[in-house]
Nanobody, 119 residues
Framework: QVQLVESGGGLVQAGGSLRLSCAASGRTVSQYAMAWFRQALGKEREFVVAINWNGGATYYTDSVKGRFTISRDNAKNTVSLQMNSLKPEDTAVYYC????????????WGQGTQVTVSS
């Protein structure tokens, strides 16, 4: 199975920026789609953004369009999330995930990284 380790979270004021990173290990994920999900306290985990295997296509949930940017580095087996113009409602634990072709997202979640946006 692919192991995922997220990093880069922290406390930031509204309007600020953070850059999250996720390192995959266990196998090369260059042929996998990669994504970020988030889970706010007391809520279900939700999809944020995904990127296809070569970075040629991205899919954003409406609430983050124009503010978040996903990117990947297949040589390093990593995916990143640049988050700008952060809002208090972006506060959540952020998780990355991988999916091979038309399979489902992995059930082997990492520990996530906490993002807290103060108003």
């Amino acid at each position: 199975q692919v192991q995922l380790v997220e990093s880069g979270g922290g406390l930031v004021q509204a309007g600020g920026s953070l850059r999250l990173s996720c390192a995959a290990s266990g196998r090369t994920v260059s042929q996998y789609a990669m994504a970020w999900f988030r889970q706010a306290l007391g809520k279900e985990r939700e999809f944020v953004v995904a990127i296809n295997w070569n970075g040629g296509a991205t899919y954003y949930t409406d609430s983050v369009k124009g503010r978040f940017t996903i990117s990947r580095d297949n040589a390093k087996n990593t995916v990143s999330l640049q988050m700008n113009s952060l809002k208090p409602e972006d506060t959540a634990v952020y998780y990355c995930n991988v999916r091979y072709r038309n399979t489902t997202w992995s059930t082997n979640w990492g520990q996530g990284t906490q993002v807290t946006v103060s108003s």
